[in-house]
Each structure stands twice: as C-alpha cells, then as structure tokens.
C-alpha cells in the first residue's frame, strides 16, 4: 500500500525539487508510532526546506512538514493504541527528521501528545507550532505572577503567527493586550483578537540611552527580539517578566543589567522544540480550554499537498497571510 507525501530532493549541490510522490511505510523513518496524518502546516521552515543550502535539510530525500495531527496507526509504546487521535509539534521534525507533509509518519512516542478533548485534528493544526509557543508564553508569565490586574501587557509581532495567538488568548483571558505591529493597516484585525491599545513598532525599535523608563507593562510576549527586546525591559514595572519567543529582530541584546538589578524584571526564554511533556499537555489542554477557535480558524487557509511546493516559495517572498493549514488527503 502507498501513500502521498512531499518529497524534496537534491539533484546537485544547488538545486533541489518539491514534487508530491507515492511512497511505502517501509520508506518511513524509525520510530515507534505510526500515525495517519489528517492534517499538516506549511511555514516558513517549510519553504526553506525546499531550497537548497537551507541549513535545515541534514539528508535526502526529505519530507518537510514541522507539525502534524493525526490517528495512530500502529504503536509499540504501550502509551498509544491504534485509534488514538495525537498532535506533534517540535522535536526538529519536518528538518532532521522526517515532517508532517505526508498521508503517514513515524516517530519517537515521546514527540507526541494526545490531541485533548473538544480540539479537532484540523483545529489543532490551526493553532499549530506558532500557538504552542504562544500559549507556552501565557503560561511561563502567570507562572511568574502575572495576572490580569496588573496592567496592560505588551505583545510583539503581534500580526504574526506566535504574536497573533498570544493576543488571542491574553484578550480571552481578561488581560489587557497592547498590540505592536510595524503595519497599520493590521490595526482593526488586532482589534478582532482582542487587543485594547494598537502600539506602532517605531515606538520601541531603537534603543535609548536610559536603562531605565516609565514602569508601563505588567508583562510581554516577546515574539522580536534585538534592539526592540532591550527597550522593553526598561518598561517594564517592577517584578514583571517579558516570555521571549522569537528572534525576528535579531540575536543581539543591547541590553543594560539596571532593570534586572533595580526592577526584579524577569527574561524567560520559550522555545517549543523540545518540551518536556507536561509542559506540551498543560499547554494543549489550555489551548483546548481557553483559546476561542472560531477566532483563529478565520485566519487559516487550507490547502492540499499538490499546494504545497509554491506555496513554500509564496511564503519566503512574504506572499501570504494567516496559517497555512494542508489537508494531506484532499
């Protein structure tokens, strides 16, 4: 029996082809779960994947797809039987190992999380890495104390995907959101998530000679970084913490100590690649409760594998908006 999926290959040192192809289960990776894929995403790793010299890719052929949800086909790890509906996101799947871009993977047990109760396959996917991250933020902050009386809390990259989610689930909550985006013409749609106050980029893009200023967030999800990270540490009141994703603005932090010395501010790095498991459950099981779904599915695009090799082109050219969710047996 075969089934589709996207194969990338390398036909020279500079060259490599996307096409959909038909493979067989003994083609599959090693691992001790075997799920049948409803639905994958294309993203911005995806689209590198499929270029050469991408940094990513360590063999071909490859599959990309950085998350999947899907129906366990056959396991050996006595944590999933056949039947069981699971979500995978991290773990460096879609890069070193093969992705979700597939009718069928196979992969470490551990990667796995059950999909909870009340989220959908397709709903999950909707959410996907970016929303993992974000809500793996939420958590990480409240973790740290904060909560909705506060103040106002601040999220960058706020019309991208981690930015977009973390605003959606900060509003829900009852947090006052304070939205920065370098576009204003994403002004009403930050409104529509749930953003009270829209805070234009050049506010907080360059550094200023003072360490510190006027105490103005309880909190941050960071999804930029750089110059724009370092600036947010002087605002922030006493005891606050800023939850960085993200590093869009760069790796660098021009960044003095005073805040952490005078104000007690917090830095929390979250990176969702290789989460321990409570953590991954806790954040999809918050996801399922308390992210509004019919808000996050408006922003999503479906597509079919047959979509996929422009749309990872479309998307390295900043050609498309929202989330790309694939059903892979459209």
């Known amino acids: 029996m075969t089934f589709n999926a996207i194969v ?19 083609q599959l990776p090693e691992g001790n779960v075997t799920v049948r894929v409803d639905y994958s995403t294309v993203n911005y790793k995806d689209g590198l994947c499929m270029r050469p010299k991408n940094g990513l890719v360590r063999q ?21 039987k056949p039947g069981d509906q699971v979500v995978l996101t991290g773990w460096r799947v879609g890069e070193i190992h093969w992705g979700g871009l597939s009718q069928k993977a196979r992969v470490n047990a551990d990667w796995l999380v059950p999909l909870p109760d009340g989220l959908s396959t397709k709903q999950a996917m909707a959410v996907g890495t970016a929303g993992i991250a974000a809500m793996l933020a939420v958590n990480a902050l409240e ?52 953003a009270k106050r829209i805070v234009e980029r050049n506010e907080l893009d360059h550094v200023t000679k003072r360490p510190l200023e006027s105490e103005s967030w309880a909190g941050c999800v960071d999804a930029v970084g750089g110059e724009m990270l ?18 869009a603005g760069g790796a660098k932090l021009p960044a003095s ?74």
Do not use: C
């Open 257 to 330: 100590v005073i805040p952490f010395l005078l104000r007690g501010v917090n830095l929390l790095g979250i990176d969702s690649v290789m989460q321990p498991f409570d953590a991954r459950m806790r954040a999809w099981q918050r996801i399922a409760k308390d992210l509004p779904m019919d808000k996050v599915e408006t922003t999503i695009r479906l597509a079919t594998l047959a979509d996929v090799p422009q749309l990872g082109e479309d998307i390295l050219d900043g050609q498309v908006k929202g989330r790309v969710v694939v059903d892979v047996n459209a």
């Open 8 to 26: 990338v290959e390398q036909s020279g040192e500079d060259s490599v082809s996307a096409s959909v192809q038909a493979l067989t289960e003994d």
């Open 230 to 247: 370092a600036r947010i540490l002087g605002q922030l009141k006493y005891g606050a913490s800023v939850a960085a994703v993200g590093l």
């Open 60 to 80: 071909y052929p490859h599959v990309p797809g950085v998350d999947f949800a899907g129906t366990v086909q056959t396991s050996s790890d006595s944590r999933y």
């Open 143 to 194: 973790d740290h104390g904060m909560n909705p009386n506060q103040g106002p809390v601040l999220v960058t990259g706020a019309a991208g995907g981690v930015g977009s989610i973390a605003t959606t689930i900060l509003g829900h909550l009852g947090y006052e959101v304070a939205a920065v985006t370098g576009r204003p013409e994403t002004a009403d749609y930050l409104r529509s998530l749930g």
